[in-house]
């Protein structure tokens, strides 16, 4: 799996990285929108170790093609000192994302970024707590839609737009441009790291 591009102004930069999960909903009977949908995956990335940040447990990797995505590393991987620019490496985390259709609420709206669990302290029905970064709610708008190339533009609330794959017919059906998603998404946070030969 190639790392997807880190695009800052975007202000939830790492949520790009849960592109694969985007929209992949069931449409309701009742409203004609799709429900809500969560899940949890582990995804393995590989790549060029571009920069590192050993005080702050961070570390930047970089494709073939020059993508770059920067990734806290959990405590839980031993070796992180014997990683070097220039390494290639093999790294896990676990996504979460949760993407609902609905107007937002008078709070969202005023907080479109707010941050609902601490780094290391997910909710408690939520697994695994102890391998995810913050879990941070965002309200996003729905920019442009290409149906045939199965795309959807979303703006973030700081104006950044990223590009991201829509997997259910369905959704992408209904999708409308100026439509408003809720996105609940933990930041990523490496639990495995190694360097390949």
């Known amino acids: 799996m190639s790392i997807v591009r880190r695009i800052a102004t975007f202000g939830f930069s790492t949520m790009i990285i849960f592109s694969a999960l985007f929209l992949a909903g069931c449409v309701s009977q009742n409203?004609?929108?799709?429900?809500a949908k969560e899940r949890w995956f582990l995804v393995s990335v590989e790549g060029v170790v571009d920069s590192i940040?050993?005080?702050?447990?961070?570390?930047t990797l970089k494709d073939e093609a020059g993508n770059q995505v920067e990734l806290a590393v959990s405590d839980q991987v031993q070796r992180f000192d014997e990683i070097d620019l220039g390494d290639t490496v093999l790294l896990e985390y676990w996504t979460f994302l949760k993407a609902e259709f609905r107007a937002p609420t008078e709070d969202e709206k005023e907080n479109?970024?707010?941050v609902l669990a601490a780094a290391g302290k997910a909710p408690e029905d939520v697994d695994p707590a102890a391998a995810v970064g913050a879990i941070v709610r965002a309200v996003v708008?729905?920019?442009a839609i290409n149906r045939d190339g199965r795309e959807a533009a979303i703006q973030g609330p700081k104006g950044g737009i990223v590009v991201l794959p829509v997997r259910d017919d369905a959704v992408?059906?209904?999708?409308?441009?100026?439509?408003i998603v809720i996105m609940t998404?933990?930041?990523a946070v490496a639990v495995s790291l190694v360097k390949k030969p």
Do not use: C, F, H, M
């Not at 409203?31 to 429900?35: L, N, T």
């Not at 940040?53 to 570390?59: H, L, P, S, T």
């Not at 992408?172 to 439509?179: A, H, I, P």
């Open 185 to 187: 998404y933990a930041e």
């Open 31 to 35: 409203s004609g929108k799709p429900d």
């Open 141 to 143: 708008t729905v920019a």
């Open 53 to 59: 940040d050993r005080d702050q447990r961070k570390v």
């Open 112 to 114: 479109p970024i707010a």
């Open 172 to 179: 992408l059906d209904n999708l409308k441009v100026g439509e």
